[in-house]
């Protein structure tokens, strides 16, 4: 059983930045998949990034490429979302998620956290 733990989140302007941190219970990181997603009142959870430490790859929705990056430090069990030039459509409860196997792309995550909500004001 993985846990995961969101923070970070909060209220930024439109073209500002903000990072989420996302701490995860196991290690060492090569095992998992971590992946980002997002979702707004109504409508299905969306992937947004996602990392897969074994094939050292990561992996963007087209809506985020070019502003937000995925990272990790092993050593902290952290995964960080760093989000610039954010826009209004970004708001959203972002979810930490995680598993050892992935359908590249897709929401298909076992290990999920709580969430932690980003709104991007205009």
């Known amino acids: 059983q993985v846990q995961l733990a969101e923070s970070g989140g909060g209220l930024v302007q439109a073209g500002g930045s903000l990072r989420l941190d996302c701490v995860v219970s196991?290690?060492?990181?090569?095992?998992?998949?971590i992946g980002w997603l997002r979702q707004v009142p109504g409508k299905e959870r969306e992937f947004v990034a996602a990392i897969d430490w074994s094939e050292n790859d990561t992996f963007y929705a087209d809506s985020v490429k070019d502003r937000f990056t995925i990272s990790g430090d092993d050593a902290k069990n952290t995964v960080y979302l760093q989000m610039n030039n954010v826009k209004p459509e970004d708001t959203a409860v972002y979810y930490c998620?995680?598993?050892?196997?992935?359908?590249?792309?897709?929401?298909?995550?076992?290990?999920w956290g709580q969430g932690t909500q980003v709104t991007v004001s205009s």
């Open positions: 196991k290690s060492p990181f090569s095992h998992y998949i």
């Open positions: 998620a995680a598993d050892t196997v992935w359908r590249t792309l897709s929401n298909d995550f076992r290990f």
